[in-house]
């Protein structure tokens, strides 16, 4: 099975910054796509941003200039560096990776999630 853990949640102040991991493990041949999905309370799970193997990214318009993607392939990890950050980007956020396992299975994971919460 492939595992997804995130870390680097918190609470910060409106226009502050906080930096997400998200470290995938187990039996990986490839991860062919990272991203990071974000979900508040009665609002559909959203889109932040993508990045693949590559390293081509993109990003939710709202997010734009504001927030960061980047992984580390050898680690097998996605980061999202936010700056600037708004009362609006105040949502659990999910990493998410899609790829092949060692037995030539395509996956799809997901992490636990990590609440992000930003206060006026």
């Known amino acids: 099975q492939v595992q997804l853990v995130e870390s680097g949640g918190g609470l910060v102040q409106a226009g502050g910054s906080l930096r997400l991991s998200c470290a995938a493990s187990?039996?990986?041949?490839?991860?062919?796509?990272m991203d990071w999905y974000r979900q508040a309370p009665g609002k559909q799970r959203e889109l932040v941003a993508i990045v693949t193997s590559g390293g081509t990214t993109n990003y939710a318009d709202s997010v734009k200039g504001r927030f960061t993607i980047s992984r580390d392939n050898a680690k097998n990890t996605v980061y999202l560096q936010m700056n600037s950050l708004k009362p609006e980007d105040t949502a659990v956020y999910y990493c998410?990776?899609?790829?092949?396992?060692?037995?030539?299975?395509?996956?799809?994971?997901w992490g636990q999630g990590t609440q992000v919460t930003v206060s006026s």
């Open positions: 998410h990776a899609r790829g092949v396992t060692m037995r030539h299975m395509d996956f799809t994971s």
């Open positions: 187990g039996s990986i041949i490839s991860i062919n796509i």
